[in-house]
């Protein structure tokens, strides 16, 4: 794969990278040895990680920071990084999530963003998307938050029902025939709105460790400061389970063509 370079010049902002990849993926350990593989950033689809599929895309902006929660088998991801490392030129930040059994994807956001005070992009670990889908975020300057607003959606889909630029409901309980469209766990926080979603991250692990992150943007929503990327029919999967898999397996080559 071939990356096209952006400068931060060219951006205008300082951009850290956050990926959530902590918990075991219970799920697909039915059908795949995650024992052997470690956390599902370490699938391989296509010939690449989808750890290093979201470290290469990130390199591409010139992103040079990158911070890892990480949990389950975090010795694999440790030894992952240390290749990309030397390939991409990206430093990692290892943050142990010690309680991923425990704990949901709130928590892990809570301790990743500990030591950011810059602009942040976050990548839910186990996402294959088209690199347009990141390239499109990126290039709104304000918190983002990238929805598809095309696919069909299930009741497991965490729909959001987006009125007048506000999230009214989010979650899988929205009904399908309300919802605007599903998150899909890629987003952006900008600066100036980082020490709100912070505090929104601390309410929500008090209420319970359990939560999930992605309610910050229901909040953050409704002074009309957030945006949304929407996929436009751009491809994308998160693999929860063996026919998500599947489908990654499918669409990976035509993700890896818009990244030429």
């Known amino acids: 794969m071939e990356y096209i370079n952006i400068s931060k010049e060219v951006w205008g902002f300082t951009l850290i990278g956050v990926i959530l990849a902590a918990g075991r993926g219970q799920r697909l350990s039915r ?11 370490l699938l391989t689809i296509n010939g690449y990680t989808l750890l290093e ?9 010139n992103v040079d920071k990158v911070n890892i929660v990480v949990g389950y088998k975090a010795d694999l991801v440790q030894k992952a990084c240390t290749t990309l490392r ?69 009741d497991e889909s ?30 952006k926080i900008a600066t100036n709105d980082l020490k709100e979603a912070k505090r929104l991250l601390k309410l929500l692990i008090t209420e319970s460790l359990n939560n999930y992150y992605d309610f910050i943007y229901q909040s953050l929503s409704k002074d ?11 491809r994308w999967t998160e693999i929860d389970d063996i026919h998500d898999l599947t489908y990654a397996k499918s669409i990976a080559s035509i993700s890896d063509s818009t990244r030429m």
């Open 86 to 154: 030397r390939k991409y030129g990206v430093s990692f930040n290892l943050v142990h999530n010690s309680d991923y059994l425990s704990t949901n994807t709130a928590y892990s956001l809570h301790i990743g963003l500990n030591d950011i005070c810059d602009d942040v992009v976050i990548f839910n670990g186990d996402v294959l998307y088209d690199y347009t889908i990141l390239n499109n975020l990126l290039k709104i300057d304000k918190t983002a938050i990238s929805v598809d607003n095309k696919k069909t959606l299930t």
């Open 158 to 187: 965490f729909k959001i029902r987006i009125v007048n630029t506000q999230i009214e409901e989010m979650g899988k309980t929205v009904p399908i025939e309300n919802a605007t469209g599903e998150f899909i766990g890629i987003s």
């Open 53 to 61: 599929r979201v470290v290469s895309d990130l390199a591409s902006f």
């Open 31 to 41: 059908d795949i040895d995650l024992e052997n593989v470690g956390p599902k950033c």
């Open 224 to 234: 009309g400061g957030l945006a949304y990327s929407f996929t436009n029919g751009l």
